[in-house]
């Protein structure tokens, strides 16, 4: 027998196909807000394919208020500690230094999100600069395109997180696979003033009008409370779900994590969604988003 | 001759991506979530994702044992990734309750190549695929610890076992599937035809 081939290029990290590729490992999938170990392990547990590290869930910032920060280093380097899927974490928009701890703390996606307080009003974060990838929130394709052009390697929906309210989810998932569509129609001639329209690099604009999607994982997140819920986000073209407050601020984490993530993968078969949402104790209140004053409105932060 | 028709397991990861290099090898190439689905395919491709998730949902979902029984009648599989340790026998490190098909005499370690921050594009030269290197996309990505008298060794990256066959089932730590290079996909179809060819 011969010896065995082996690679003599040397490695190369933090490249786009790695940052992008990780997401698409993701798909199908639920990632889950957790603010300790334990509810880690209950998220490992129920099948989420990550979890987002976070001091508090989305609806106690709000219950809270104050300026919402990245979580402690300590408290996210327990949950690395405890589960073997990948963490996230979160930092300010624009607070590249956030982003420079988490990544030195070894987390595997960063969320630069709405649902801390924003530390710059005018720039996000240039993300080419890093080896870990980040996920960034978008209301409609411009945004999701500035943030790909500043180096985000998957994208997700705002929605109006710790609401459990999905309306806003709707929207912006709606919004950005409409104007998707709307750019397949057009011809060459027409995808200049797209991107002006758009406010987005013309590249990208006529990458998505040949692709047809985002050239990255688009995710739904902000406002997934139920099974129902999570699965009507997969069929809206979400193609995997985040889900912050709805499980933890539930009546029973650990069946509602696990219903949920039945309901992901099998979001179109209405007769498991039925059986995954039966008997799972109280669903999170909810707020509802008409209600909420502009200023409560995340989804408004980032531009 | 016959289209092969070849499924992706499709609980979770990079379903899509497997479904588009099936195709552009020439394969029939289908979704497969149910065990009546797995019923009518020549063979399965397990994708990359979470391994701890795909292996809890094939088990609440009753594929376990029914991929199991294909794997071990001779169904050709291959798996990449997450896949890669759907099919070992043994995993070194399980999460608890972490079952896998097996399939392939080897031991895994899972996440051997490190975190998200640790994972890198490589040239990898496969025993079997002509030409030039594969491009290996390697993600938070397993190695084989050891392999059994009967796995072949088709592949290493750095003194680490990174692809391997015995018999029907092939799989790689890294994810050809994301590279828009087909020849991987294409060996394994070529495996499928000759599984199907008669007399075989």
């Known amino acids: ?303 | 001759m016959t289209t092969p028709v070849v499924g992706v397991l499709a609980l979770q990861g990079d379903v899509r991506e497997h479904l588009i290099a099936l195709a552009a090898a020439d394969a029939v190439a289908r979704q497969v979530r149910r065990p009546e689905e797995l019923a009518e395919v020549d063979a399965l491709v397990i994708p990359g994702g979470e391994s701890t998730t795909i292996s809890k949902l094939a088990v609440l979902f009753g594929l376990m044992d029914p991929l199991r029984a294909r794997v071990r009648a001779g169904m050709p599989v291959y798996g990449t990734c997450a896949g890669l340790i759907m099919l070992a026998d043994k995993i070194l490190d399980p999460r608890s309750g972490q079952e896998t098909i097996g399939g392939i005499d080897m031991i895994v370690r899972r996440n051997a190549f490190g975190r998200q921050n640790e994972s890198f594009e490589a040239a990898v030269d496969v025993r079997g695929i002509e030409g030039d290197p594969v491009e290996g996309v390697f993600i938070r990505a397993p190695w084989v610890e050891s392999v059994g008298a009967e796995t072949e060794v088709l592949a290493e990256h750095e003194g680490h076992i990174v692809a391997v066959r015995q018999g029907n089932a092939l799989a790689t730590s890294f994810h050809p599937e994301l590279t828009g290079d087909h020849r991987v996909h294409s060996l394994f179809v070529d495996m499928v035809r000759a599984n199907l060819a008669p007399g075989s």
Request: glycine share 8%; proline share 4%.
């Open chain 1, 1 to 303: 027998m011969s010896s065995t081939p082996s690679s003599a290029q040397t490695p190369e990290t933090g490249t786009a196909r790695v940052k992008r590729g990780m997401a698409e490992q993701l798909k199908g999938g639920v990632i889950m807000d957790v603010v300790n170990a334990e509810q880690a392990k209950i998220a490992e547990d129920a099948g989420a394919v990550a979890v987002m590290a976070l001091e508090r869930v989305p609806a106690d910032i709000r219950k809270d208020g104050g300026v919402a920060r990245m979580s402690a280093p300590n408290m996210i380097e327990e949950i690395i500690e405890a589960v073997s899927i990948p963490v996230m974490a979160k930092s300010r928009i624009g607070h590249f230094v956030e982003a420079q701890v988490l990544q030195s703390l070894g987390v595997d996606y960063i969320d630069e999100s709405e649902v801390l307080t924003p530390a710059d009003e005018v720039n996000h974060s240039d993300k080419f600069a890093f080896t870990t990838p980040f996920v960034c929130g978008a209301t409609n394709l411009g945004e999701a395109l500035r943030r790909i052009a500043e180096g985000a390697a998957m994208i997700r929906s705002k929605g109006e997180a710790g609401t459990g309210n999905v309306v806003e989810a709707v929207r912006h998932l709606r919004q950005i696979k409409n104007e998707i569509a709307r750019l397949r129609g057009f011809d060459n001639n027409e995808l200049y003033a797209a991107a002006k329209d758009l406010r987005a690099p013309y590249e990208l604009v006529r990458e998505v009008a040949e692709l047809g999607k985002l050239p990255v994982v688009l995710f739904s997140a902000g406002g997934v409370a139920t099974p129902a819920d999570a699965a009507l986000m997969r069929q809206l073209g979400a193609e995997g779900v985040f889900v912050g407050s709805g499980i933890f601020k539930s009546g029973d984490p650990a069946k509602r994590a696990a219903a949920i993530v039945k309901a992901t993968t099998f979001y179109d078969d209405p007769k498991i969604i039925a059986d995954a949402s039966r008997n799972l104790g109280e669903a999170m209140v909810g707020i509802n988003c008409d209600t909420l004053p502009e200023a409560e409105r995340y989804a408004n932060r980032g531009w």
